[in-house]
């Protein structure tokens, strides 16, 4: 198996790819690592590995046709060998539109799929497991047939990355009953109702997301986003209220010493870094990319992703169910 | 100023109503209350007040037509008797799709409003105050025009309620940055940029909105409902956690005698009978839905809402404000 990494995309300069990068090379010695960026900047790494040379920085907020044409850059060169090398994997911290873009452009679509969705996992909390949750961010609004698609994708991610052998898919809804929902959400419930590659459980709510049955949600980009965001932001601001709790006077200070190891594995439950990676679904091969300000363990964990997803074979059972289509 | 009470809405039934209406008493002796309800439940209650008799309730699971043909149901009555007595204001805790549909046909919309939107209290957990998000669920998609009022009647519930001289407001969007979000949004972004009549601060991620400089969140009504019921999964979910991380083992269990008052602050901060109801902002009456699992405190509270609103004279501002248009 081969992984090709976009060495120069993390906010966090080369220096956390780089650590990354060796953390993952120490878990799997054996898969051959890909490393594109600076050759100068990668010359001290301890293993041995391919470097393709790229002196080129995509920026942040660069326009989608701009990436294209920075050919020498490191996510549109790495995107490009992972295609000509016939590489497994891609991973990038570098810009998501640029990511989503190059990806779509270079790697190509499966025969088949309309449009890829953005995938992640997110923290079951009722189980201590794991939610697939797509699209969270590659489209604003998604058609019926789209939404259907994706319920199909998240099935297969659920089962390679979770290990789920038959996931519920349930759509993201502002009710339970069916006929609530927009258009597009009413009419893809009617489509995965009659689907037979799925388990559907018909509609969850926002606030059943983390603590219900599902083990796949499925939702437009637009939607997955704020789904996703409001989560963090919630878990974020929650995390502020228990410092503040337990900071409040001596007696609360004394409580944090005897609670605090419980209260560090919740932290670590939802730290953004342990999920990795968001996958492009849908494309000709497992394309990952990494939180922009990924650290080394958040980069090691989204390459570990691409690993599963491509030990797995997600492309090739997804062109497989599009074939039987 | 005369309110009006919906006395058998509630999931708990009248006695959580009645406890309420009499809670809301307590703080309020000067308020005349007209209660809507069967005269046989409300026959005990220690205080004078009018009384409606009505023998109906809407069922959670009924049709807008359905309801409206309901005149004898304690809700449509409500609604009748706030706009033939020209009441204040009206509280429910029935059914929103009932409340939502008779107001708008019985109490009117106000001269100009295009749609009314449901307006609720978030906690802003960076000053301890609240945020007002609108819309949270009268509509799914909202048009660019009514988003830039909804802009309008948040900034005067923020006023009237939270005490804001010149609130912030932001659109909830896909990114911070101009030109993100979706086709309406980023026509209502236009829109608020050139209004005069609102201090607009740009778009707000959805992580950004609990911890965030806004004191209004302008949505469409589908994203509002998944941004509100996410925080609210969110919180519930963390506060599993917590409870939790304190009964990991002995030691975390003494750490909660120590806390346990920091954590119950912060219970509070996060309850949702806190809020008390939501405003059905742009028709002819301060219409208020409450939680349909109100107890005794959260029906007081959202009467309190009422209240306020129509002391401050919300509806006469936005009236006010669509002539100047």
């Given at each position: 198996?081969?992984?090709?990494?976009?060495?120069?995309?993390?906010?966090?300069?080369?220096?956390?790819?780089?650590?990354?990068?060796?953390?993952?090379?120490?878990?799997?010695?054996?898969?051959?690592?890909?490393?594109?960026?600076s050759?100068?900047?990668?010359?001290?790494?301890?293993?041995?590995?391919?470097?393709?040379?790229?002196?080129?920085?995509?920026?942040?907020?660069?326009?989608?046709?701009?990436?294209?044409?920075?050919?020498?850059?490191?996510?549109?060169?790495?995107?490009?060998?992972?295609?000509?090398?016939?590489?497994?994997?891609?991973?990038?911290?570098?810009?998501?539109?640029?990511?989503?873009?190059?990806?779509?452009?270079?790697?190509?679509?499966?025969?088949?799929?309309?449009?890829?969705?953005?995938?992640?996992?997110?923290?079951?909390?009722?189980t201590?497991?794991?939610?697939?949750?797509?699209?969270?961010?590659?489209?604003?609004?998604?058609?019926?047939?789209?939404?259907?698609q994706?319920?199909?994708?998240?099935?297969?991610?659920?089962?390679?990355?979770?290990?789920?052998?038959?996931?519920?898919?349930?759509?993201?809804?502002?009710?339970?009953?069916?006929?609530?929902?927009?258009e597009?959400?009413?009419?893809?419930?009617?489509?995965?109702?009659?689907?037979?590659?799925?388990?559907?459980g018909?509609?969850?709510e926002?606030?059943?997301?983390?603590?219900?049955d599902?083990?796949?949600?499925?939702?437009?980009?637009y939607?997955?986003?704020?789904?996703?965001?409001?989560?963090?932001?919630?878990?974020?601001?929650?995390?502020?209220?228990?410092?503040?709790a337990?900071?409040?006077?001596?007696?609360?200070?004394?409580?944090?010493?005897?609670?605090?190891?419980?209260f560090?594995?919740?932290?670590?439950?939802?730290?953004?870094?342990?999920?990795?990676?968001?996958?492009?679904?849908?494309?000709?091969?497992v394309?990952?990319?990494?939180?922009?300000?990924s650290d080394?363990?958040?980069?090691?964990?989204?390459?570990?992703v691409?690993?599963?997803?491509?030990?797995?074979?997600?492309?090739?059972?997804?062109?497989?169910?599009m074939?039987?289509?």
């Amino acid at each position: 198996m081969k992984i090709v990494l976009d060495m120069m995309g993390s906010d966090k300069g080369s220096a956390a790819t780089k650590e990354g990068a060796a953390l993952f090379h120490e878990r799997h010695p054996e898969i051959e690592l890909v490393l594109v960026g600076s050759k100068e900047e990668l010359s001290d790494l301890p293993f041995s590995f391919e470097l393709v040379d790229a002196q080129d920085v995509v920026e942040m907020d660069m326009g989608a046709i701009e990436v294209l044409r920075k050919k020498e850059s490191s996510l549109v060169k790495a995107i490009s060998t992972c295609a000509t090398e016939k590489a497994d994997a891609v991973v990038s911290a570098g810009s998501t539109g640029a990511f989503l873009s190059a990806s779509a452009l270079i790697l190509k679509k499966i025969e088949g799929i309309i449009r890829p969705a953005l995938v992640t996992n997110f923290p079951n909390l009722r189980t201590g497991g794991s939610i697939v949750i797509l699209d969270i961010g590659a489209s604003i609004r998604n058609t019926p047939e789209e939404l259907a698609q994706f319920a199909l994708m998240g099935t297969l991610y659920s089962q390679a990355v979770n290990g789920i052998k038959d996931p519920k898919v349930r759509l993201l809804s502002n009710g339970a009953e069916e006929g609530k929902g927009s258009e597009e959400g009413k009419a893809a419930y009617k489509l995965l109702s009659e689907s037979k590659l799925i388990n559907f459980g018909g509609n969850s709510e926002a606030s059943k997301v983390l603590t219900g049955d599902s083990d796949v949600i499925v939702t437009s980009g637009y939607d997955g986003n704020i789904l996703l965001k409001a989560t963090e932001g919630a878990a974020k601001g929650m995390s502020g209220l228990i410092k503040k709790a337990f900071k409040r006077n001596l007696f609360s200070k004394i409580g944090y010493l005897f609670a605090h190891r419980g209260f560090d594995e919740l932290k670590k439950t939802l730290d953004p870094r342990s999920t990795g990676g968001a996958l492009l679904c849908g494309v000709r091969a497992v394309a990952v990319k990494a939180h922009g300000n990924s650290d080394g363990l958040g980069f090691a964990n989204a390459i570990e992703v691409a690993y599963r997803l491509a030990n797995k074979g997600i492309v090739e059972s997804l062109e497989k169910a599009m074939e039987g289509k």
